[in-house]
């Protein structure tokens, strides 16, 4: 756990704009027994993180949460993909269409 914060700390500080209030979730199977999130919250407040939290929630379903934020994820990049792959084909197609009415 001192692990995790200690990264989270580390790399949300890079990336994270100022004064700005971050939720904080967590999820898996080591959401689950009971005790962890009070233990996860006081551990957080203890760690002194250069960034501020506005809340800390556990998912409703932390066992399959991580997996569906990475299907979610999955996804969405794949879509990104295929509107990068049209986009190619249409600039391909208008590139063809200007050298035609040029000539």
């Known amino acids: 756990m001192t692990y995790v914060i200690k990264n ?4 949300l ?5 100022p004064k700005v209030a971050f ?3 967590i999820a898996g199977g080591s959401a689950l027994p009971e ?3 009070e233990l996860f919250e006081k ?4 760690a002194n993180l250069r960034i501020q939290v506005s809340k800390i929630i556990c998912a409703r ?3 399959h949460a991580v997996a569906r934020g990475c299907l979610i994820a ?8 295929k509107v ?3 986009k190619q084909q249409q600039k391909s197609e208008d590139t063809k269409k200007i050298s035609k009415k040029r000539k």
């Open 61 to 63: 379903d932390p066992l």
């Open 74 to 81: 999955a996804k969405t990049q794949e879509e990104v993909k």
């Open 13 to 17: 500080a890079e990336i994270a704009p």
């Open 23 to 25: 939720p904080v979730a």
């Open 8 to 11: 989270l700390n580390n790399r």
């Open 84 to 86: 990068g792959t049209v």
């Open 35 to 37: 005790g962890f999130f």
């Open 43 to 46: 551990k957080l407040q203890e």
